[in-house]
């Protein structure tokens, strides 16, 4: 059985005073523990190790993650943040091939495959993003579309816990659009994905691996995607930012 997971993404948002208010707020929501849904919160590097020191204090009931991860070990790569350094903050989960990272900063699939890589090397658990244009989709292609970025962004990986590897799908026309994909649109995709998950990985890993939906998600929608069989939790924007509402969506998953 795969646990649900909500797992919130700040993007460039909450400075470290805020983001440790916020971390502070959604420890205090989530005080009655969150069953068997796990609960993680991405956010931006410099806010890791305040967020990691909440999480401390309050044995608060989520765990801490990156937005971006570059594949390196170490060296002259100015700018960029290593596995080793976000274990070392505490981060146990990391978002890697976001749209919004493809997009503006040319993150490609054999990028996205180096990062899974080197963080499983260091046992984080990448949050692989996928996921079609506005484009894609109204050509009837985003099922072939979203395969293929699978098996390129999977190539070579070796899953031994099913549980440490996690995939999300965002189609890209719904993320921040307040334009949602409906539960069926997000079914046939995520069904897709575990398809090819099984082709690649045999039935048993692709069963273990969670996916989750993303764009636009928020509590009063969240519900109708766990009711379907392959959507195993949200990845969540904007509804992230206020304890109140991430909270509420957890309790949803509950
Ligand atoms: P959104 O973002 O919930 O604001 O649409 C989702 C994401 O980009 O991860």
Not at 37 to 63: M, N, R, Y
Not at 101 to 117: I, L, M, S
Not at 226 to 250: I, R, T, Y
Request: glycine share 12%; proline share 3%; net charge negative.
């Amino acid at each position: 059985m795969r646990n649900r997971m909500i797992a919130g993404n700040w993007k460039m948002n909450e400075t470290y005073t805020e983001g440790v208010a916020l971390a502070e707020g959604l420890a205090k929501e989530l005080e009655g523990g969150t069953g068997d849904v796990d609960v993680v919160v991405c956010t931006p590097a410099v806010d890791l190790k305040g967020v990691s020191e909440v999480i401390e204090q309050h044995d608060a009931p989520f765990a801490l993650g990156a937005e971006n991860v570059y594949w390196e070990e170490k060296g002259a790569f100015t700018g960029e943040i290593s596995p080793s350094m976000l274990t070392n903050v505490g981060a146990k989960y990391c978002i890697i091939g976001h749209s919004e990272r493809r997009g503006y900063f040319h993150e490609t699939d054999e990028d996205v495959n180096k990062k899974a890589k080197a963080l499983m090397a260091h046992g984080i658990v990448p949050i692989s993003c996928c996921g079609e244009s506005l484009e894609v989709r109204e050509a009837g292609k985003h099922v072939e579309f979203v395969v293929d970025q699978i098996k390129k962004d999977t190539e070579g990986l070796t899953i031994e816990d099913p549980s440490k590897y996690v995939i999300a799908y965002e189609p890209i026309w719904a993320i921040g659009t307040g334009k949602t994909a409906t539960a069926d649109d997000a079914q046939e995709v995520c069904g897709a994905i575990r398809e090819t998950l099984a082709q690649i990985f045999g039935k048993e890993t692709a069963d273990g691996i969670r996916v989750l939906y993303g764009g636009s998600a928020k509590p009063n929608n969240v519900a109708g995607f766990l009711e379907k069989e392959d959507v195993d939790g949200a990845l969540v924007g904007g509804a992230s930012l206020k304890a109140d509402s991430f909270a509420a969506m957890v309790k949803a998953a509950m």
